[in-house]
């Protein structure tokens, strides 16, 4: 079946410019969760959702990002006045459920290069 | 989530078995063990998971010790493709003091030679 999508793939986009970055989770999927990785660097968790509803945005790092999902599927990262310490991957993930016992189906990644 | 250790490196030769270790000896009762690896260029890929019970599955077996402080990762037959970083996660069933994420170490990076 169709795995997590995520568009667009890349990115480029100018200093202080607002972006907005897109995962189709799995069918059927409840949870969904958002990640960043840096060049040579590990994964960095900063958001997820059981349904449409983000129980703790603590992990974003700066009030300049925000996420939202609409109808228990699709859901959006949107930066804005982005910096050039925001180039990354972004990567999306599903999981049937949300917990310890769940799998995670990760997406092909967005690549955002900020100029 | 309790901490785990993994060698930094391993090689593999292709179509031989490798076995991939990870020790987790503050591994709590209600911890998951997890498997995700990262081929180059790539996003993570869910490879296995457990609790207590040896796991089988398309892509490789999870085998955990019996006091659960280590497990081992097997590949029955590495080819070019399972070239990777394997990442071992313990995730706590414990919704309480959990978002479920998963919290990525180094992993080890696993090479193939032909």
């Known amino acids: 079946g169709a795995g997590v999508s995520q568009s667009p793939s890349n990115k480029v986009t100018e200093k202080g410019k607002d972006v907005e970055l897109r995962c189709d989770p799995i069918s059927g999927h409840t949870a969904l969760y958002w990640y960043r990785q840096s060049l040579g660097q590990g994964l960095e968790f900063l958001i997820y959702f059981q349904g449409n509803s983000a129980p703790d945005k603590s992990g974003l790092p700066s009030d300049r990002f925000s996420a939202e999902r609409t109808g228990g599927s699709v859901s959006t990262l949107t930066i804005q006045r982005t910096q050039q310490e925001d180039s990354a991957v972004y990567l999306c993930?599903?999981?049937?459920?949300w917990g310890a016992g769940y799998e995670q189906y990760f997406g092909p990644g967005t690549r955002l290069t900020v100029t | 989530d309790a901490k785990t250790t993994q060698p930094n490196s391993m090689e593999s030769n292709e179509e031989e078995p490798v076995h991939l270790p990870c020790n987790h000896s503050?591994?709590?009762?209600?911890?998951?063990i997890h498997w995700y690896r990262q081929l180059p260029s790539q996003g993570p890929e869910y490879v296995i998971h457990g609790l207590t019970s040896n796991v089988n599955n398309r892509m490789a077996s999870l085998a955990i010790a019996e006091d659960r402080k280590s497990s081992t990762l097997i590949l029955h037959r590495a080819t070019l493709r399972d070239a990777a970083v394997y990442y071992c996660i313990l995730r706590d069933l414990d919704y309480g003091g959990s978002q479920g994420n998963l919290i990525f170490g180094k992993g080890t990076k696993l090479s193939v030679k032909p």
């Open positions: 503050t591994i709590s009762g209600t911890d998951y």
């Open positions: 993930a599903s999981s049937p459920h």
